[in-house]
């Protein structure tokens, strides 16, 4: 062995008794018996109670406001939709002139729709006005021709009263009742009043007998013919 081997190994030996000191005392550690840590049951809902509760750490988990973020771009305008027919239509008022395309309320909650400029009445007129769905209803009184009623009409046929329905077919709502016994005789009433004196009558001051009958002739001179049922003239 050379002269500076040796005194590299005299240097090395104090750093190998120590790295064998260190790995005698790790392996003492090794040999202890380390209890196991006890388990605690955690319910997660008082946790999260617990934490709602600490407005410390509230404040830190929520962190500062953000700035706002800038505006969208406005999207494009949308198509046109379909007149409606709502509650807001007004009432249809005989006195006005509704352009095409109106929309208004008739008879009874029923909804028409202007197909030109006009003035008729709705339901009326097919070639004015258009209905809108089939709401509402109109009387007709007694039955009209059967080619116009149309769903939503109300009409009386022999006392009784119809409806027709959205299918064509009507609809008996009240039937006539049977014929009630005839009331007594009631009080005569009072006597009138007199009336006015009429015309003085036509006076005639002379008559003459012919074959067309008898002519009658009145004090002003005009004359008046008549003719007598059963007259057969028998003169010359």
Not at 183 to 193: P, T
């Amino acid at each position: 062995m050379s002269t500076m081997e040796k005194a590299l190994a005299q240097a090395l030996e104090p750093l190998v008794d120590r790295i064998l000191a260190l790995e005698k005392q790790l392996e003492a550690l090794a040999a202890r018996a380390v209890p196991e840590p006890e388990a605690i049951e955690v319910n997660i809902d008082d946790v999260v109670t617990a934490l709602k509760a600490d407005t410390g750490f509230m404040q830190d988990a929520r962190g500062d406001a953000g700035t706002a973020g800038a505006g969208g771009i406005a999207g494009e305008p949308g198509a046109a939709g379909e007149d409606g027919a709502g509650i807001d239509a007004p009432t249809w008022s005989e006195t006005k002139v509704y352009r095409e395309g109106s929309v208004v309320t008739h008879h009874f909650g029923q909804y028409y729709r202007a197909l030109t400029d006009t003035a008729a009445e709705p339901g009326e007129n097919e070639s004015a006005w258009e209905r809108v769905g089939t709401a509402g209803w109109r009387w007709r009184g007694l039955k009209p021709d059967a080619a116009t009623l149309k769903a939503g009409d109300f009409y009386i046929d022999g006392g009784s009263l119809f409806l027709q329905g959205t299918a064509g077919e009507p609809r008996m709502i009240v039937q006539r009742g049977q014929r009630g016994d005839r009331g007594e005789k009631g009080d005569r009433g009072e006597k009138g009043e007199r009336g006015e004196r009429g015309m003085d009558g036509r006076s005639f001051v002379g008559g003459m007998l012919s074959p067309e009958g008898l002519t009658l002739v009145a004090e002003d001179g005009s004359t008046v013919e008549v003719q007598v049922a059963g007259f057969e003239w028998g003169g010359q």
